[in-house]
């Protein structure tokens, strides 16, 4: 049966577990210059409807390290951007490349990708989830930090595709996640009741008690950007700050999935300080993916 990565449910915990084992395991391969080509003539096709740097870039570089090709496409310039359906892209695209990634506005899109797709489809991000940048976030705490399990985690701002990856991972992964929104933007209902480990709050100083980790995410993603505005006067108070590190352990450290705005979501001196794991987190990417690929691959 093909497997797909459309959430991080997708995967059981150990099989999450092992991934990102993996993940560190291809880091260090790299850094030793072992060469390892379990993509060899095999391609990758990506197909993206919004703009992408890291997710890009990873993929893009994971196929070339792992000896296979990647393709890049967006509906602007292929027919699925005139109207032909997506089930018969999907099974176009399947008969002739090994794996597809997609990034999309509507989760269903991709949904519906994997259901006509032969070939393993991956989420590159949709409005409701962004499971990729969550295999390299749990990699980096635990390069950084050792296992989550039974960690604090804390999510300030919007209740968005990231925050709901989130979710998913504290119930694969037994930590406990505390999200702080402004009233109006709290993350799904239908994956925070399914949730026992995940506490909403108004109020990001409370919601930053003792935490081990500390993120958060632009307050506008794309396909939101008529809304900068209005977002910017509702979140004004939900600005990751120094003050709200001091909050959390003395070593907490600070995440952000990228692109981030300083001085809106979070303070320069948060981000670019010394409890920030971003550089490692966005470099992550690739490891993380690379082990995904050969998941679903060779599996
Ligand atoms: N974090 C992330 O997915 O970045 P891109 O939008 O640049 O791919
Ligand atoms: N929440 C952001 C994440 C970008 C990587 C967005 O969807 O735009």
Redesign the pocket.
Known sequence: MTRHFLSLRDLSRQELLQLINRATELKSMLRRGVDYEPMRNQTLAMMFEK??????LSFEVAATQFGGNAIFMSPGDSQMGRGEPIADTARVMSSMVDIIVLRTFSHSTIEEMANFSAVPVING?SDRF?PC?LLADIQTFHEARGSIQGKTVTWIGDGNNMCHSWINASQLLDFTLNIATPAGYTPAADLVNNSQNVYLSNDPLEAATNADLIMTDTWASMGQENEKNSRAHDFKDFKVTMKIMERGQSDCVFMH???AYREMEVETQVIDGQQSLIWQQAEN?LHAQKALIEFLLLN
């Open positions: 703009s992408s740097t890291r997710t890009r991000l962004h940048q999935c990228l692109p990417r």
